[in-house]
T-cell receptor
Framework: AQSVTQPDIHITVSEGASLELRCNYSYGATPYLFWYVQSPGQGLQLLLKYFSGDTLVQGIKGFEAEFKRSQSSFNLRKPSVHWSDAAEYFCAVGRNYGGSQGNLIFGKGTKLSVKP | DTGVSQNPRHKITKRGQNVTFRCDPI?????LYWYRQTLGQGPEFLTY????????KSRLLSDRFSAERPKGSFSTLEIQRTEQGDSAMYLC?????????????FGPGTRLTVL
């Protein structure tokens, strides 16, 4: 079955520290991979996406993620966290219909808290 | 590009009542998706449309749920005979399907509370 696992429910980091949020997926075909961020009471904002090509992808707000096929992972990183990064982060797999994309399958999310 | 909009933003209803939500996608986006998000969970897929055709429904979409996109533009999601378990955030997303993967843009959601 297709699934996305985010093993960390809640992470707290100090402002200025580096961040890595983990994501593992289970999907039979080549996955389309996404990271979204959700602030309280808000919808989801796309941080970055991977469709093909370079396995290190850059996103908005200084985030990057690396696709590792051998580990079925797509971890999100940021070198220096800002207080405004406190939010909930969701990893998602897009279903691959022979190059076209169907619905997204989301992980349960990781809540990020930032200490001053 | 005004983004995806959803109305209402909040809905409180009593168990057994019917509710209807509306989603206006980004103009010219031919794909429209509905997801449901409960507390502490990621969004779960409900159904999606390409233009006016409903292409897929998840097993989460019980008989009490119906979705339409009559003219291939806005969409409505109706829940009949609401139950307390229907309390959730209902998210709409849209994308432009051109035979290649594209990101989905999400609206702010409609939060439903069933008393």
């Amino acid at each position: 079955a297709q699934s996305v696992t985010q093993p960390d429910i809640h992470i707290t980091v100090s402002e200025g520290a580096s961040l890595e949020l983990r994501c593992n997926y289970s999907y039979g075909a080549t996955p389309y991979l996404f990271w979204y961020v959700q602030s309280p009471g808000q919808g989801l904002q796309l941080l970055l996406k991977y469709f093909s090509g370079d396995t290190l992808v850059q996103g908005i707000k200084g985030f990057e993620a690396e696709f590792k096929r051998s580990q079925s992972s797509f971890n999100l990183r940021k070198p220096s966290v800002h207080w405004s990064d406190a939010a909930e982060y969701f990893c998602a797999v897009g279903r691959n219909y022979g190059g076209s994309q169907g619905n997204l399958i989301f992980g349960k999310g990781t809540k990020l808290s930032v200490k001053p | 590009d005004t983004g995806v909009s959803q109305n209402p933003r909040h809905k409180i209803t009593k168990r057994g009542q019917n509710v209807t939500f509306r989603c206006d996608p980004i103009s010219e986006h031919n794909r429209l998706y509905w997801y449901r998000q409960t507390l502490g969970q990621g969004p779960e897929f409900l159904t999606y449309f390409q233009n006016e055709a409903q292409l897929e429904k998840s097993r989460l979409l019980s008989d009490r749920f119906s979705a339409e996109r009559p003219k291939g533009s806005f969409s409505t999601l109706e829940i009949q005979r609401t139950e307390q378990g229907d309390s959730a955030m209902y998210l709409c997303a849209s994308s432009l399907e051109i035979g290649a993967p594209r990101e989905q843009f999400f609206g702010p959601g409609t939060r439903l509370t069933v008393l």
